[in-house]
């Protein structure tokens, strides 16, 4: 079975700093979708960034960004001048035809 | 607007009831799903449907029941089998169980009295 990997149980981060939250995955497919979710206080889950396995480029969505490695199968969250409303937890998921699966998620901090 | 609706938001229950957690999306998606979130938790997969009439158990299914009888409606009950109820509970929808991203709705927290 697949496993997704979200290494940093927590990360704090300074307003308008730059911080980058780590996701691994072991796949044997090669046709798959990656996403960052972000779950506030109110707990909605809410879709942040998603990356196709077949696109070389790296997504961006406004100030998150992913380093997708392919090879390395690393999938990392890159938010840019971070703000307050960024604080939630964040998921890395793994998407194939045949697994749908959840890191266990990185709480991040941010400080004013 | 298009989106999951969730319903209740919070809903207390004593041991040994049954309860009923609404879900309904007007996204026309075929695939649903129910997880489980514990506190400071990741999401475990209760249940999920590919099609109207259709259901496969996830990784967490004793204690639960789904029934999917139309295309919008995925409805969860959490039966008095289900020895450790108390959590917060995530429905989801795609397009199919194949592919694309899941949409959630605003969640259901249970706690049993």
């Known amino acids: 079975a697949q496993t997704v990997t979200q290494s940093q149980p927590e990360m704090s981060v300074q307003e308008a700093e730059t911080v980058t939250l780590s996701c691994t995955y072991d796949?044997?497919?090669?046709?798959?979708?990656l996403f960052w979710y972000k779950q506030p206080p109110s707990r909605q889950m809410i879709l942040v960034i998603r990356?196709?396995?077949?696109?070389?480029q790296n997504a961006t969505e406004n100030r998150f960004s992913v380093n997708f490695q392919k090879a390395a199968k690393s999938f990392s969250l890159k938010i840019s001048d971070s703000q307050l409303g960024d604080a939630a937890m964040y998921f890395c998921?793994?998407?194939?035809?045949?697994?749908?699966?959840f890191g266990s998620g990185t709480q991040l901090t941010v400080l004013p | 607007d298009g989106g999951i609706t969730q319903s209740p938001k919070y809903l207390f229950r004593k041991e040994g009831q049954n309860v009923t957690l609404s879900c309904e999306q007007n996204?026309?998606?075929?695939?649903m799903y129910w997880y489980r979130q514990d506190p400071g938790q990741g999401l475990r997969l209760i249940y999920y449907?590919?099609?109207?009439?259709?259901?496969q158990k996830g990784d967490i299914a004793e204690g639960y029941s789904v029934s999917r009888e139309k295309k919008e409606s995925f409805p969860l009950t959490v039966t008095s089998a289900q020895k450790n109820p108390t959590a917060f509970y995530l429905c989801?929808?795609?397009?199919?169980?194949?592919?694309?991203?899941?949409?959630f709705g605003e969640g259901s927290r249970l706690t049993v009295l």
């Open positions: 449907s590919q099609i109207v009439n259709d259901f």
């Open positions: 989801a929808s795609s397009i199919s169980v194949y592919t694309g991203e899941l949409f």
């Open positions: 990356q196709e396995a077949y696109k070389q």
């Open positions: 998921a793994y998407r194939s035809a045949q697994q749908l699966t």
């Open positions: 796949t044997s497919e090669s046709d798959y979708y």
């Open positions: 996204l026309n998606h075929d695939a």
